[in-house]
């Protein structure tokens, strides 16, 4: 098992919460992922980072904002949820290597807003 | 443009037979190929990457996938099927000339009938 760790595991809120999801990693690596993922369906790039302070978009446009202050840490925050955001939110992280290493995925955040 | 497709997103095969689960993909450079696992309500789970070298590449669990680049396919493979292989599988590449980040397949759901 890798040390990637996402809390909650399940989360039900209401339209128009605040929420922050965390995701944390013991690896010491510089990159870190967030997906989207609808159960049984494909992963989308919802934002990246190469190291701290350093955080970039990606391929599926997200409402959401990350940050990366420490090189251990990058959570997730929805400033006002809806329901469209009622989905898997997986973490990632990769060591060093020009492209060729794997990522290792946290256990996921599964999100509920009503 | 990097891309992956998995043909079929349900193969069903019984236990002790061989399974097959097909993954093509497009590059521009030369591919960086991975695949992943994931069970029920978790993340995903590193299986086996080809980056250089043999063309097979063995990996966890008794899988083993042969890169094909006339066919620019890398096809997952398990010579005898367990009940505990059921899951998803996602393959994902890399272009190692242009692309950042990983494109993930849509997924195949693999079901081993006792």
């Known amino acids: 098992e890798a040390d990637i760790y996402q809390t909650p595991r399940y989360l039900v809120i209401g339209t128009g919460k605040k929420i922050t999801l965390e995701c944390s990693q013991t690896?010491?690596?510089?990159?870190m992922y967030w997906y989207q993922q609808d159960p049984g369906m494909e992963l989308h790039l919802i934002h990246y980072?190469?190291?701290?302070?350093?955080?970039e978009k990606g391929d599926l446009s997200s409402e959401s904002t990350v940050s990366r202050i420490r090189t251990e840490h990058f959570p997730l925050t929805l400033e006002s949820a809806r329901p469209s955001h009622t989905s898997q939110y997986l973490c990632?992280?990769?060591?060093?290597?020009?492209?060729?290493?794997?990522?290792?995925f946290g256990p996921g955040t599964r999100l509920t807003v009503t | 443009a990097q891309s992956v497709a998995q043909p079929e997103d349900q193969v069903n095969v019984a236990e002790g037979n061989p399974l097959t689960v097909k993954c093509t993909y497009s590059?521009?450079?030369?591919?960086?190929l991975f695949w992943y696992v994931q069970y029920p309500n978790r993340g995903l789970q590193f299986l086996l990457k080809?980056?250089?070298?043999?063309?097979l590449v063995k990996g966890s669990y008794g899988f083993e996938a042969e890169f094909n680049k006339s066919q620019t396919s890398f096809h997952l493979k398990k010579p005898s099927a367990l009940v505990s292989d059921s899951a998803l599988y996602f393959c994902?590449?890399?272009?190692?000339?242009?692309?950042?980040?990983?494109?993930f397949g849509s997924g195949t759901q693999l079901t081993v009938l006792p």
């Open positions: 990632a992280s990769s060591g060093p290597g020009q492209g060729g290493s794997e990522q290792y």
């Open positions: 590059v521009s450079g030369n591919p960086y």
């Open positions: 980072s190469y190291g701290v302070n350093s955080t």
């Open positions: 994902a590449v890399r272009d190692s000339r242009s692309a950042r980040q990983l494109t």
């Open positions: 690896m010491g690596h510089d990159k």
């Open positions: 080809y980056i250089t070298g043999d063309n």
